[in-house]
């Protein structure tokens, strides 16, 4: 099994921009699928983005225009450059990997107003 490890949450204003990171154990390469969903307090959890092993991207539509997802095989590690950050994107963020299923420990983020 693939273990997934997230990075690069925190505290950020509104407005602010925030980077994660997902480093997997094992090589990403095969992994047909990779993304980032996320839950907030009370709420189920979300796709957010994802991304397929030939680079086709999709997008939740409350983040379009303002995340963008990237994977890097080279280094195992998928990415989610997050933009204009508004209070209602604060949630744990968790990594996935669809083959094997394998998900992260999460990481929060938190946009204040």
């Known amino acids: 099994q693939v273990q997934l490890v997230e990075s690069g949450g925190g505290l950020v204003q509104a407005g602010g921009s925030l980077r994660l990171s997902c480093a997997a154990s094992?090589?990403?390469?095969?992994?047909?699928?990779m993304g980032w969903y996320r839950q907030a307090p009370g709420k189920q959890r979300e796709l957010v983005a994802a991304?397929?092993?030939?680079?086709?991207?999709n997008y939740a539509d409350s983040v379009k225009g303002r995340f963008t997802i990237s994977r890097d095989n080279a280094k195992n590690t998928v990415y989610l450059l997050m933009n204009t950050l508004k209070p209602e994107d604060t949630a744990v963020y968790y990594c996935?990997?669809?083959?094997?299923?394998?998900w992260g420990q999460g990481t929060q983020v938190t946009v204040s107003s």
């Open positions: 991304i397929t092993s030939g680079g086709r991207t």
């Open positions: 094992g090589s990403i390469f095969t992994i047909n699928v």
């Open positions: 996935y990997g669809s083959n094997p299923p394998s």
